[in-house]
């Protein structure tokens, strides 16, 4: 029924149409469960066509007793002239399927009469490529397996979009002018990413823009309505020539490693949506069939662009919408009256229960010291540093330290702060250490062994035993911080955590950017209270244990009470003790005074000089031949990224140039 819907629809003329037949057709296709896209790229063939107009509508569009359904397109393109001819009476029944019968056309989907091949590459060129990116394609380069089966070969890799554009345009009525000519029964074969002009494999690929869906199960004409009403991110659709449609879909990826994830999705919601797709089609330096060539007597053209959602983030809202399992949304003004209530405050002004909170510090900040210190205050209904704590249970999951170390560190904490042994059963100790496991295989086990222990809080100590991912990349630390919010949502605890700072002087960067890795650390917490370490001055009147002792500052990022005024104090082995003389008071913070400055300078300039040195040996172990060196050997080499390359050479004031992606010495640095 859908397929004969969108064929329907296909014959009749909108621009015949009045107003109110325009909206029955939007009203009938949303009833039929198709998407807004599909009225709108048709209402497009109309110089009344208003941009937004028809989601506005579609929006308004609620349903009745006695809705417009598909019936009514038909008879509309009935009107038209529009005669499906199936069956022994030259009429299609409700039920009968449209299938493609070999040829180019099918369903009112076929290559226009006034078919153009360059202009097909053409468009498909500028669609997907810029015009310095290179192109990978292949045409006569092919060979047969042991089956007699066509194989494509690499092709060419090294001509840019620009090239091939400017050259098809020169010879418009000859595409094989421009790419080669190919065998009549084989067709040709385009690369839908581009790639560095070195190769054809995943690595080569510079852009991670699209990815291929295709199904050779489905019968054609499915193909298209269910790409259609699934309303996947098209780019570009291009009849293969043959059984299936080739669907170059965005998915907008910045690395290998995030397009993979994305074509995974995207895969895995398409079969469960039931499309079967050929799953050999997931790598980004995939071959995809070039509109434009043939193939068997059959077009390879370009069927239809831009269609469905505009990128991949508009697409994903719908895919996540078809199965949401969010709670609705609900208007302000059913709270007005009946506010809900806040959650209790575990830590007085700093944090909620139910929240997540970070400490962030340098090593030797006695950061477990501190979080065990909390676990004590939390047990007993005592202050840590200064702030009143609720009292009642924590479990406290000892990551690093040996189990033995770990209780013997709790109990001189208890006895240096003079707190009663009873409260000790409100401590539960997890030595996961020599155990652990990352984190998101964890918090199920956790969540299932803390269901009935009425817990307040779960201290994590420390986090980067745990940790799943790239530190450094706030896609996978976002989706890693995640599971602190599942904890807290499945347990109704606080989550508690400590992570290290990142190298190098700390006191000049603001307390939320100190944290190692993706500012997502810093930003995820409701709370981040920042241990920095400062420098005593030589004047500070240093009693007996302040001599044996380190200082610190305390600074706090909060998202639900104001920032606390920064808190002073030492670290006096095994306990934190306020600065309640104010001592520190003047003393600056670690790497901020002139002295600290001027040290993270010559730091950094130690760093740059060896990162430079390193890059000049490795060039000069390469560089063999005397004529230079690819970025690819040399970002192998050092193990980093392309990117990193290229940096290191813009930094190195000249000494370096690249070009088409070889390193080589410039004119400046031989004459030095």
């Not at 009107?79 to 499906?84: N, Q």
């Not at 920064?566 to 002139?594: M, Q």
Request: aromatic share 10%; net charge negative.
């Amino acid at each position: 029924m859908d397929n004969q819907i969108l064929s329907a629809l296909k014959a009749i003329d909108v621009s015949t149409l009045t107003r109110a037949d325009w909206i029955a057709v939007g009203m009938a296709l949303k009833e039929e469960g198709f998407p807004c896209s599909i009225w709108d790229d048709w209402s497009r063939n109309d110089n009344r066509y208003k941009p937004g107009e028809c989601e506005c509508k579609w929006e308004g569009f609620r349903g009745t007793g006695n809705p417009v359904k598909g019936g009514t397109i038909i008879a509309m393109a009935k009107a038209h002239g529009w005669m499906p001819f199936s069956g022994e009476d030259g009429c299609m029944n409700w039920d009968d399927t449209i299938e493609y019968d070999g040829n180019d056309g099918f369903n009112g989907f076929s290559a226009p009469d006034a078919w153009s091949p360059t202009q097909d590459l053409i468009t498909y060129l500028e669609l997907l490529f810029d015009p310095e990116d290179r192109v990978g394609y292949v045409t006569g380069d092919v060979w047969q397996d042991g089956d007699g089966k066509w194989m494509p070969s690499k092709g060419v890799y090294d001509r840019t979009a620009g090239e091939l554009i400017a050259s098809l345009k020169k010879h418009p009525d000859d595409l094989g002018a421009t790419v080669g000519d190919w065998k009549p029964q084989v067709g040709a074969w385009i690369r839908f990413n581009p790639v560095d002009g070195e190769g054809v494999r995943n690595e080569n690929v510079t852009k991670f823009k699209y990815a291929l869906v295709e199904s050779d199960t489905l019968k054609i004409a499915e193909q298209d309505v269910l790409f259609r009403k699934l309303e996947l991110p098209i780019a570009a659709l291009v009849h293969s020539g043959g059984k299936s449609l080739h669907a170059i879909v965005r998915v907008d990826a910045d690395s290998y490693e995030e397009y993979r994830k994305r074509v995974e999705y995207l895969y895995d919601f398409l079969e469960k949506h039931g499309v079967s797709i050929d799953k050999q089609n997931r790598n980004p330096s995939r071959l995809s069939r070039m509109p434009g060539a043939t193939r068997n007597g059959n077009r390879q053209y370009l069927a239809a662009v831009n269609i469905g959602r505009k990128s991949w983030v508009d697409w994903l809202d719908y895919a996540e919408g078809v199965t949401d399992t969010l709670p609705d949304m609900e208007p302000l003004s059913v709270y007005r009256d009946n506010p809900p209530a806040l959650p209790e405050e575990l830590i007085k002004g700093i944090l909620r229960r139910g929240h997540k909170m970070l400490i962030s510090g340098s090593s030797k900040a006695g950061k477990s010291f501190l979080l065990m210190e909390l676990c004590a205050a939390l047990a007993s209904g005592s202050k840590w540093l200064g702030f009143d704590c609720r009292k009642g249970k924590v479990l406290y999951i000892n990551l690093e330290i040996d189990p033995a170390s770990c209780v013997d560190r709790f109990l001189r904490i208890f006895r240096r702060l003079r707190l009663d042994f009873s409260h000790l059963d409100n401590i539960v100790i997890w030595n996961l250490r020599g155990h652990a496991v990352p984190l998101n295989e964890l918090v199920p086990k956790l969540t299932r062994r803390v269901r009935d222990m009425d817990l307040e809080a779960i201290v994590i100590d420390p986090i980067y035993k745990v940790i799943t991912g790239d530190e450094n990349n706030a896609s996978e630390m976002g989706a890693f911080c995640n599971q602190f919010d599942k904890i807290c949502n499945e347990t109704g605890c606080s989550t508690i955590y400590c992570h290290h700072h990142s190298k190098g002087p700390q006191g000049y960067k603001k307390a939320v950017d100190r944290a190692s890795g993706s500012g997502v650390f810093a930003r995820d917490p409701d709370a981040q209270l920042d241990m920095i370490q400062l420098e005593v001055n030589d004047d500070v009147d240093l009693g007996y244990q302040e001599r044996n002792a380190t200082a610190w500052r305390l600074e706090s990022s909060l998202r639900e009470f104001p920032n606390i005024k920064p808190i002073n104090f030492w670290f006096d082995y095994p306990v934190h003790r306020i600065d309640e003389a104010g001592k520190l008071d003047e003393c600056p913070t670690e790497g901020s005074s002139e002295a600290g400055r001027k040290k993270a300078a010559e730091v950094n300039e130690k760093k740059k000089e060896e990162a430079n040195n390193r890059f000049r040996a490795a060039f000069d172990i390469l560089n063999l031949n005397g004529d230079g060196v690819t970025v690819k050997e040399m970002s192998e080499y050092l193990e980093v990224g392309r990117q990193t390359v290229y940096n290191r050479v813009e930094k190195m004031n000249g000494e370096f140039v690249i070009d088409n992606g070889r390193i080589t010495k410039s004119d400046n640095s031989e004459n030095e």
